[in-house]
């Protein structure tokens, strides 16, 4: 089987943490990898965004990525949809000349365009991953823009399936786009449990600079709005653990990424946090366990979760994970067992959430086993296995119609 990725927007040989890298990409490197393995031969699209890329990169044979040129190299995300034809015409000529694909898989809703044109053009059925979308954010307090929303519309119309990462995602999209009868299939991602599995506390606060033993609160993610960052910093002031201390693993995001950053750094000189928080830029995504093991509790404040892939993450490190309880962390944290769901968003239940498990080494060290356990069931063999599956379905059945 042969099968053509789409993320047009990010690379998924970028660096997450920091721009329009983040989760996603994680998702879309180890899947391929994990399809890969599995005998499909997968050829991953993402537009260049830097004059140096190269025109190829083989990850691993079965796994290659191509640089498609379509507009200036650094365009803000906002401005992408304006090169979507160029995109689209590049993908569907590299197509072509090798030899034709039996499935497209878009990730992210301006892939999806991409691929709903893939469809008609070359005839072929199409499988899409939003990772996030239009109407959910908003219902959080992110309005995207209506252009983003009818153009979702218009994907899930045809798309042959539509995959999502949990449950709870699943019960979103039925609440926001209707029910796309036998459409709609379940693919969570994964962990690689190599990296990311429980160790010595103590040696991976050495490997990152932290001394002595104070209560040590991580997050990770990119700075922005929707991740909640100024929600961690309010909630460690609010802790009564006044010794404790906030690392924040991330860089600016977006057109305004900078301002946000600089409204964190003030944020934190108007609590006088300055001897206790602490900003890392974001790491290579293997070195994040490290962080992972060295935190008593990490902190996930965001407005929406498609997934949450830091929550299952730090869990697979044995790290209790304390977040809101929306979209995919429903499914991650175990509330009370692996850690806590905070149902408000309010630094306040945030602060009585942690200051729970740091008052108590007895449900901290339960939770850590809980969280380390939960995390066994996620593997990307098993996503690879389950889109496979559902790559099968749609070449062998008839082809949506555009509703």
Known sequence: MRAAIISMHTSPLAQPGSGDSGGMNVYVLETVSALAHLGVDCVTYTRADRADLPREVLVEPGHLVVHIEAGPHHLPKEALPDVLDEFTEAVAADITARGGVDVVHANYWMSGIVAHRLKHRLDIPFVTTFHTLARVKASGGDIESMERDRAEAEVIGCADAVCVSCEAEANDFRFHYGDPAGRLEIVSPGVEHAFFTPGDRAGARRAIGIDGDAP????VGRIQPLKGTDVAIRALALSSHREARLIVVGGAS??????????????????????????????????????YRAADVVVVPSRSESFGLVALEASACGTPVVASAVGGLLSLVDDGESGFLVDDRRPSTFAAAIDAILDDPAMATSMSMSASLRSTAYTWRAAAERLLATYRAVIDRSQVVCQ
């Open 254 to 291: 977006g057109i305004d990424g900078g301002e946000e950053v600089e409204r964190m750094v003030g944020l934190v000189d108007d609590l006088g946090l300055g001897d206790r928080v602490t900003f890392r830029p974001p790491q290579a995504h293997h070195l994040l366990s490290t962080y």
């Open 216 to 219: 040590l609160i991580v997050f």
